[in-house]
């Protein structure tokens, strides 16, 4: 009679699902707990509407400078983004030596500003 009330016991516990480990995001979000990425000290890049490439202002008669992102160094922690554009080292907020603003470094390239408009300049 014993060694049946083992059986019983090993196939109940077999049949529970095991304890959710510590690191276990997926069980942590879905019990409302925060996750590694909702923790970090910096927030998350948003997501913004897809803007167009410097070719693309170029096609429809914007006149720009030339423009080649040698270096895309981004990073989660602003402090660390910088690029080369066309030798030179730029930090966000930083103007370009051809009239460009670098309005922001993001994670598919920059985003400049040049006599109000918008683009991207991706890595070649």
Do not use: C, W
């Not at 509407?49 to 429809?60: G, N, V």
């Not at 910088?82 to 670098?102: D, H, M, Q, S, W």
Request: charged letters at 20%; a negative charge.
């Amino acid at each position: 009679m014993q060694s049946a009330d083992v059986a019983a016991a090993d196939t109940e516990r077999l049949a529970r699902p095991p304890p959710a480990r510590r690191n276990d995001t997926a069980a942590a979000s879905a019990n409302g707990a925060a996750t590694p990425a909702t923790d970090a000290a910096e927030p998350a890049e948003t997501e913004e509407p897809a803007l167009p490439s410097a070719a693309a202002l170029a096609a429809e008669g914007v006149t720009l400078p030339p423009l080649r992102l040698e270096l895309h160094a981004y990073s989660p922690r602003p402090a660390d983004r910088f690029v080369f554009i066309n030798g030179t080292k730029y930090v966000e907020g930083a103007t370009l030596a051809e009239g460009p603003r670098l309005q922001k470094i993001a994670p598919n390239g920059a985003v400049l500003v040049y006599l109000g408009h918008r683009f991207l300049l991706a890595p070649q």
